[in-house]
Protein backbone atom coordinates (compact mmCIF):
# COMPACT_ATOMS: atom_id res chain seq x y z
CA UNK A 1 0.00 0.00 0.00
CA UNK A 2 1.00 3.39 -1.40
CA UNK A 3 1.62 5.85 2.05
CA UNK A 4 1.39 9.33 2.10
CA UNK A 5 2.58 11.82 4.70
CA UNK A 6 -0.04 13.38 7.06
CA UNK A 7 -0.68 16.67 4.92
CA UNK A 8 -1.13 18.88 8.71
CA UNK A 9 2.62 17.11 9.49
CA UNK A 10 4.92 18.09 6.52
CA UNK A 11 2.90 21.11 5.45
CA UNK A 12 2.75 19.39 1.46
CA UNK A 13 -0.27 18.32 -0.72
CA UNK A 14 -0.99 14.71 -1.14
CA UNK A 15 -0.59 13.78 -4.32
CA UNK A 16 -2.58 11.11 -6.49
CA UNK A 17 0.10 11.45 -9.45
CA UNK A 18 -3.03 10.69 -11.97
CA UNK A 19 -1.49 10.68 -15.29
CA UNK A 20 -2.76 14.25 -17.38
CA UNK A 21 -5.40 13.89 -19.88
CA UNK A 22 -7.38 16.05 -21.68
CA UNK A 23 -9.93 13.75 -22.35
CA UNK A 24 -13.43 13.85 -19.87
CA UNK A 25 -16.80 11.70 -19.54
CA UNK A 26 -19.91 13.10 -18.75
CA UNK A 27 -21.66 11.53 -15.49
CA UNK A 28 -24.88 11.12 -14.26
CA UNK A 29 -25.81 9.78 -10.93
CA UNK A 30 -29.03 7.89 -11.45
CA UNK A 31 -31.25 7.46 -7.86
CA UNK A 32 -32.33 3.91 -8.54
CA UNK A 33 -35.52 4.64 -6.57
CA UNK A 34 -33.98 2.71 -4.01
CA UNK A 35 -34.92 2.13 -0.26
CA UNK A 36 -33.22 -0.04 2.29
CA UNK A 37 -33.24 -0.44 5.93
CA UNK A 38 -30.99 -2.18 7.80
CA UNK A 39 -29.27 -2.46 11.58
CA UNK A 40 -25.79 -0.91 11.87
CA UNK A 41 -24.55 -3.46 13.91
CA UNK A 42 -23.30 -6.04 11.54
CA UNK A 43 -22.12 -3.61 8.99
CA UNK A 44 -19.88 -1.52 11.18
CA UNK A 45 -18.63 -1.20 14.62
CA UNK A 46 -18.21 0.00 17.49
CA UNK A 47 -21.62 1.06 18.01
CA UNK A 48 -22.39 4.68 18.75
CA UNK A 49 -25.57 5.76 20.67
CA UNK A 50 -28.05 6.22 18.57
CA UNK A 51 -27.26 5.28 15.54
CA UNK A 52 -28.94 2.00 14.95
CA UNK A 53 -30.06 1.81 11.22
CA UNK A 54 -28.57 2.68 7.74
CA UNK A 55 -31.59 4.04 5.32
CA UNK A 56 -29.86 3.49 1.79
CA UNK A 57 -30.15 4.42 -1.37
CA UNK A 58 -28.62 2.77 -4.45
CA UNK A 59 -27.19 4.55 -7.11
CA UNK A 60 -26.11 3.93 -11.08
CA UNK A 61 -23.82 6.24 -12.27
CA UNK A 62 -24.08 6.19 -16.55
CA UNK A 63 -20.70 7.15 -17.90
CA UNK A 64 -20.56 8.46 -21.17
CA UNK A 65 -17.85 9.19 -23.55
CA UNK A 66 -18.83 11.72 -25.88
CA UNK A 67 -15.58 11.71 -28.99
CA UNK A 68 -16.75 7.61 -29.57
CA UNK A 69 -20.54 8.27 -28.47
CA UNK A 70 -19.70 5.13 -26.11
CA UNK A 71 -21.61 4.78 -22.72
CA UNK A 72 -21.52 2.30 -19.63
CA UNK A 73 -23.22 1.79 -16.82
CA UNK A 74 -21.22 1.57 -13.37
CA UNK A 75 -23.60 -0.83 -10.95
CA UNK A 76 -27.48 -0.99 -11.40
CA UNK A 77 -28.82 -0.85 -8.12
CA UNK A 78 -31.58 -3.43 -6.77
CA UNK A 79 -33.78 -4.56 -9.20
CA UNK A 80 -37.09 -3.58 -8.77
CA UNK A 81 -38.82 -6.64 -8.67
CA UNK A 82 -36.07 -7.85 -5.82
CA UNK A 83 -38.12 -10.48 -4.43
CA UNK A 84 -37.15 -12.14 -8.02
CA UNK A 85 -33.59 -12.48 -6.98
CA UNK A 86 -31.73 -15.69 -6.12
CA UNK A 87 -32.93 -17.46 -3.71
CA UNK A 88 -30.24 -17.24 -1.66
CA UNK A 89 -31.06 -13.60 -1.30
CA UNK A 90 -34.44 -13.26 -1.09
CA UNK A 91 -33.04 -15.99 2.37
CA UNK A 92 -30.62 -13.65 3.64
CA UNK A 93 -33.03 -10.28 3.53
CA UNK A 94 -36.01 -11.73 5.09
CA UNK A 95 -33.60 -13.83 7.85
CA UNK A 96 -32.57 -10.60 8.57
CA UNK A 97 -35.76 -8.66 8.41
CA UNK A 98 -34.04 -5.88 5.94
CA UNK A 99 -36.44 -3.45 4.22
CA UNK A 100 -36.75 -3.16 0.83
CA UNK A 101 -38.33 -1.06 -1.44
CA UNK A 102 -38.03 -0.06 -5.32
CA UNK A 103 -39.70 1.63 -7.51
CA UNK A 104 -38.50 1.19 -11.19
CA UNK A 105 -35.58 -0.48 -12.90
CA UNK A 106 -32.56 1.47 -14.11
CA UNK A 107 -33.71 0.65 -17.55
CA UNK A 108 -37.27 2.39 -16.77
CA UNK A 109 -35.43 5.26 -15.76
CA UNK A 110 -32.98 5.89 -18.38
CA UNK A 111 -36.32 5.46 -20.73
CA UNK A 112 -38.47 7.81 -19.40
CA UNK A 113 -35.59 10.56 -20.50
CA UNK A 114 -34.93 9.42 -23.69
CA UNK A 115 -32.29 6.63 -23.70
CA UNK A 116 -32.25 3.53 -24.73
CA UNK A 117 -31.39 0.15 -23.40
CA UNK A 118 -29.02 -0.73 -26.53
CA UNK A 119 -27.27 2.90 -26.54
CA UNK A 120 -25.33 1.08 -23.18
CA UNK A 121 -22.64 -0.93 -24.34
CA UNK A 122 -21.60 -2.00 -20.75
CA UNK A 123 -23.19 -3.12 -17.54
CA UNK A 124 -20.37 -2.55 -14.75
CA UNK A 125 -20.79 -4.23 -11.59
CA UNK A 126 -18.41 -2.94 -8.71
CA UNK A 127 -19.47 -6.53 -7.23
CA UNK A 128 -21.77 -9.52 -7.29
CA UNK A 129 -23.83 -8.06 -4.50
CA UNK A 130 -27.47 -8.19 -4.81
CA UNK A 131 -28.21 -4.28 -4.41
CA UNK A 132 -25.74 -3.82 -7.34
CA UNK A 133 -26.92 -6.20 -9.95
CA UNK A 134 -30.10 -4.66 -10.82
CA UNK A 135 -31.65 -6.75 -13.58
CA UNK A 136 -28.87 -6.85 -16.91
CA UNK A 137 -31.79 -9.05 -18.33
CA UNK A 138 -33.85 -5.46 -19.14
CA UNK A 139 -30.80 -4.59 -21.79
CA UNK A 140 -30.61 -6.24 -24.76
CA UNK A 141 -28.14 -8.87 -25.30
CA UNK A 142 -25.50 -6.27 -27.02
CA UNK A 143 -24.96 -4.61 -23.21
CA UNK A 144 -21.53 -6.58 -21.88
CA UNK A 145 -21.20 -7.09 -18.47
CA UNK A 146 -17.90 -6.39 -16.91
CA UNK A 147 -16.54 -7.67 -13.61
CA UNK A 148 -13.05 -7.47 -11.79
CA UNK A 149 -10.77 -10.19 -11.10
CA UNK A 150 -11.66 -13.20 -9.90
CA UNK A 151 -15.54 -13.20 -10.93
CA UNK A 152 -15.20 -16.08 -13.13
CA UNK A 153 -13.36 -18.27 -10.95
CA UNK A 154 -15.48 -17.88 -8.30
CA UNK A 155 -18.69 -18.15 -10.32
CA UNK A 156 -18.29 -20.00 -12.72
CA UNK A 157 -15.77 -22.77 -11.83
CA UNK A 158 -14.43 -24.64 -14.75
CA UNK A 159 -16.62 -22.60 -16.94
CA UNK A 160 -19.83 -23.70 -15.05
CA UNK A 161 -22.56 -21.72 -12.75
CA UNK A 162 -21.54 -22.30 -9.48
CA UNK A 163 -24.77 -23.86 -7.16
CA UNK A 164 -26.39 -21.68 -5.20
CA UNK A 165 -24.93 -18.67 -7.08
CA UNK A 166 -26.26 -14.94 -5.87
CA UNK A 167 -26.24 -14.74 -10.17
CA UNK A 168 -29.11 -15.33 -11.99
CA UNK A 169 -28.37 -17.26 -15.20
CA UNK A 170 -30.86 -14.76 -16.94
CA UNK A 171 -28.50 -11.72 -15.64
CA UNK A 172 -25.76 -13.08 -18.23
CA UNK A 173 -27.04 -15.72 -20.76
CA UNK A 174 -26.83 -15.05 -24.22
CA UNK A 175 -24.10 -11.68 -23.33
CA UNK A 176 -20.85 -10.79 -22.79
CA UNK A 177 -19.18 -11.06 -19.68
CA UNK A 178 -15.82 -9.80 -19.08
CA UNK A 179 -13.09 -10.16 -16.77
CA UNK A 180 -10.58 -7.19 -16.47
CA UNK A 181 -7.79 -9.63 -14.86
CA UNK A 182 -5.46 -8.39 -12.38
CA UNK A 183 -2.59 -8.14 -14.66
CA UNK A 184 -4.53 -5.52 -16.88
CA UNK A 185 -4.38 -3.18 -14.44
CA UNK A 186 -1.36 -1.83 -15.86
CA UNK A 187 -1.75 1.17 -13.97
CA UNK A 188 -1.09 2.85 -10.30
CA UNK A 189 -3.05 5.18 -9.33
CA UNK A 190 -2.38 6.25 -5.47
CA UNK A 191 -1.66 2.33 -4.21
CA UNK A 192 -4.83 1.22 -6.60
CA UNK A 193 -4.49 -0.71 -9.82
CA UNK A 194 -5.92 1.29 -12.24
CA UNK A 195 -7.51 0.03 -15.81
CA UNK A 196 -7.73 2.86 -18.58
CA UNK A 197 -11.67 1.64 -19.73
CA UNK A 198 -11.80 4.05 -22.76
CA UNK A 199 -7.81 3.99 -23.61
CA UNK A 200 -7.52 7.74 -23.27
CA UNK A 201 -7.08 8.42 -19.56
CA UNK A 202 -11.05 9.97 -18.94
CA UNK A 203 -11.95 6.88 -17.11
CA UNK A 204 -10.27 4.54 -14.76
CA UNK A 205 -11.53 1.33 -13.46
CA UNK A 206 -9.90 0.77 -9.71
CA UNK A 207 -8.84 -2.81 -8.65
CA UNK A 208 -10.27 -2.33 -4.85
CA UNK A 209 -10.37 -5.61 -3.49
CA UNK A 210 -11.19 -6.54 -0.12
CA UNK A 211 -15.09 -6.54 0.00
CA UNK A 212 -16.01 -8.69 -1.89
CA UNK A 213 -14.23 -10.94 -5.21
CA UNK A 214 -13.61 -8.29 -7.99
CA UNK A 215 -14.61 -5.65 -5.81
CA UNK A 216 -14.00 -2.18 -8.49
CA UNK A 217 -14.35 1.18 -8.28
CA UNK A 218 -14.52 3.80 -10.78
CA UNK A 219 -12.68 7.25 -11.49
CA UNK A 220 -14.13 9.45 -13.91
CA UNK A 221 -12.31 12.62 -15.06
CA UNK A 222 -15.03 15.31 -15.06
CA UNK A 223 -12.76 18.00 -15.87
CA UNK A 224 -8.88 18.17 -16.94
CA UNK A 225 -8.18 18.26 -13.15
CA UNK A 226 -11.48 16.66 -11.08
CA UNK A 227 -12.80 13.41 -10.83
CA UNK A 228 -15.71 11.68 -9.45
CA UNK A 229 -14.73 8.48 -7.36
CA UNK A 230 -17.40 5.99 -7.76
CA UNK A 231 -17.05 4.09 -4.51
CA UNK A 232 -19.32 0.97 -4.56
CA UNK A 233 -19.18 -0.68 -1.18
CA UNK A 234 -16.07 0.18 -0.73
CA UNK A 235 -17.06 1.78 2.39
CA UNK A 236 -20.92 1.49 3.45
CA UNK A 237 -20.46 4.45 5.79
CA UNK A 238 -18.07 7.92 5.09
CA UNK A 239 -17.63 7.23 8.67
CA UNK A 240 -15.37 4.39 8.06
CA UNK A 241 -13.37 6.57 6.02
CA UNK A 242 -13.99 10.35 7.54
CA UNK A 243 -12.24 11.91 9.26
CA UNK A 244 -8.28 10.83 8.45
CA UNK A 245 -5.18 12.28 9.88
CA UNK A 246 -5.28 13.87 6.03
CA UNK A 247 -8.24 15.35 6.74
CA UNK A 248 -9.49 15.96 10.17
CA UNK A 249 -12.85 17.29 11.55
CA UNK A 250 -12.02 21.37 11.89
CA UNK A 251 -12.83 23.30 14.76
CA UNK A 252 -16.18 24.76 12.75
CA UNK A 253 -18.28 22.59 10.64
CA UNK A 254 -20.16 24.20 7.85
CA UNK A 255 -22.74 23.40 6.63
CA UNK A 256 -24.02 22.35 10.05
CA UNK A 257 -24.35 18.90 9.74
CA UNK A 258 -27.03 19.15 12.50
CA UNK A 259 -29.06 21.77 10.76
CA UNK A 260 -27.85 22.00 6.80
CA UNK A 261 -30.42 25.16 6.81
CA UNK A 262 -28.72 26.81 9.61
CA UNK A 263 -26.80 29.44 9.02
CA UNK A 264 -23.96 29.38 11.70
CA UNK A 265 -21.40 26.73 11.78
CA UNK A 266 -21.34 23.80 14.33
CA UNK A 267 -18.20 23.45 16.75
CA UNK A 268 -16.43 20.95 15.78
CA UNK A 269 -15.82 19.48 18.87
CA UNK A 270 -19.05 18.42 19.48
CA UNK A 271 -18.17 15.05 17.22
CA UNK A 272 -14.71 14.62 18.55
CA UNK A 273 -16.74 14.55 21.97
CA UNK A 274 -18.54 11.01 20.88
CA UNK A 275 -15.97 9.64 18.42
CA UNK A 276 -15.15 6.00 20.05
CA UNK A 277 -11.55 7.46 20.48
CA UNK A 278 -12.10 11.08 21.30
CA UNK A 279 -10.36 12.16 18.12
CA UNK A 280 -10.76 14.12 15.49
CA UNK A 281 -8.10 12.50 12.84
CA UNK A 282 -9.46 9.09 12.50
CA UNK A 283 -12.35 7.52 11.10
CA UNK A 284 -15.75 6.34 13.35
CA UNK A 285 -16.17 2.89 12.26
CA UNK A 286 -14.40 -0.18 11.22
CA UNK A 287 -16.18 -2.92 9.06
CA UNK A 288 -18.45 -4.90 11.14
CA UNK A 289 -18.86 -8.72 12.08
CA UNK A 290 -22.03 -10.76 11.68
CA UNK A 291 -23.23 -13.35 14.15
CA UNK A 292 -21.75 -16.22 12.80
CA UNK A 293 -18.12 -14.46 13.60
CA UNK A 294 -17.54 -13.61 9.45
CA UNK A 295 -17.45 -9.81 8.56
CA UNK A 296 -18.93 -7.59 6.33
CA UNK A 297 -15.94 -8.49 3.85
CA UNK A 298 -14.86 -11.34 2.12
CA UNK A 299 -11.02 -10.33 2.87
CA UNK A 300 -11.23 -8.23 6.00
CA UNK A 301 -7.17 -7.09 5.99
CA UNK A 302 -7.51 -6.27 1.93
CA UNK A 303 -10.94 -4.27 2.53
CA UNK A 304 -8.79 -2.37 5.99
CA UNK A 305 -6.05 -1.76 3.12
CA UNK A 306 -8.67 -0.46 0.45
CA UNK A 307 -10.10 1.97 2.68
CA UNK A 308 -6.80 3.46 3.78
CA UNK A 309 -5.87 3.83 0.39
CA UNK A 310 -9.53 5.50 -0.31
CA UNK A 311 -8.44 8.01 2.62
CA UNK A 312 -5.96 9.72 0.54
CA UNK A 313 -8.18 10.27 -2.89
CA UNK A 314 -10.87 11.26 0.02
CA UNK A 315 -7.96 14.18 1.40
CA UNK A 316 -7.84 15.52 -1.65
CA UNK A 317 -11.17 16.96 -1.82
CA UNK A 318 -10.40 19.82 -4.04
CA UNK A 319 -9.77 17.47 -6.85
CA UNK A 320 -11.76 13.99 -6.25
CA UNK A 321 -15.61 14.06 -4.98
CA UNK A 322 -16.19 10.53 -3.53
CA UNK A 323 -19.67 9.13 -3.71
CA UNK A 324 -20.59 5.85 -1.81
CA UNK A 325 -23.46 3.36 -4.00
CA UNK A 326 -25.51 4.12 -0.02
CA UNK A 327 -24.88 7.78 0.60
CA UNK A 328 -27.77 9.40 1.66
CA UNK A 329 -26.07 13.17 1.92
CA UNK A 330 -25.91 13.72 -2.11
CA UNK A 331 -30.15 13.42 -2.01
CA UNK A 332 -31.02 17.36 -1.73
CA UNK A 333 -27.63 18.40 -2.14
CA UNK A 334 -26.37 16.88 -6.28
CA UNK A 335 -28.06 17.32 -9.59
CA UNK A 336 -29.14 13.58 -10.32
CA UNK A 337 -30.07 12.24 -13.82
CA UNK A 338 -30.78 13.10 -16.46
CA UNK A 339 -28.16 16.04 -15.25
CA UNK A 340 -24.74 15.65 -15.15
CA UNK A 341 -22.68 15.95 -11.86
CA UNK A 342 -19.04 17.33 -13.97
CA UNK A 343 -19.52 20.60 -12.47
CA UNK A 344 -19.30 19.35 -8.73
CA UNK A 345 -16.42 21.61 -7.49
CA UNK A 346 -17.92 24.84 -9.12
CA UNK A 347 -21.06 24.12 -7.60
CA UNK A 348 -19.59 23.14 -4.24
CA UNK A 349 -20.91 19.31 -3.72
CA UNK A 350 -18.18 18.20 -1.99
CA UNK A 351 -17.87 20.41 0.85
CA UNK A 352 -21.61 19.69 1.61
CA UNK A 353 -21.62 16.87 1.83
CA UNK A 354 -18.43 15.83 3.66
CA UNK A 355 -19.79 15.92 7.19
CA UNK A 356 -22.90 14.94 6.41
CA UNK A 357 -22.60 12.26 7.68
CA UNK A 358 -22.00 12.79 11.24
CA UNK A 359 -25.89 13.63 11.37
CA UNK A 360 -25.84 10.31 11.73
CA UNK A 361 -24.83 11.00 15.72
CA UNK A 362 -27.31 13.92 16.48
CA UNK A 363 -28.42 11.42 19.52
CA UNK A 364 -25.05 10.55 20.60
CA UNK A 365 -23.82 14.09 21.18
CA UNK A 366 -27.04 14.02 24.33
CA UNK A 367 -25.06 11.09 25.46
CA UNK A 368 -21.41 11.26 24.76
CA UNK A 369 -19.96 8.17 24.46
CA UNK A 370 -20.23 4.73 22.74
CA UNK A 371 -22.92 1.84 23.98
CA UNK A 372 -20.12 -1.60 24.04
Partial sequence: MMKAEPTHEDGQPLSLDIPTSRNTVTVR??????????????????????????IFPSYSFLVEHEPSGRKALFDLGVQKNWEQQAPMIIDRIKNNRWSVKVEKDVVDILEENGYRGEQIEAVIWSHYHWDHLGNPSRFPSSTAIVVGPGFKERFFPGGNAAPNSPIKEEYYQGRGLQEIKTEDFSMNIAGFGAFDYFGDGSFYLLDTPGHATGHLCGLARTTQDTFIFMGGDIAHHCGEFRPSNHHPIPSKLFPNPLDLSSVLPCPGSLF????????????????????????????????????????????????????LAHDPAMRGVIDFFPSDVNRWREKGWGEKTRWAFLRDFKNAIQFPGRID
Fill in 272 to 323: TSIHPDGRSDTPYYRIGTWPDGSTAADDLQEAEKSLKKLEVYDAKADQVFVI
Fill in 29 to 54: VIDTTTEMILGVGNIVYPRITGHTEF
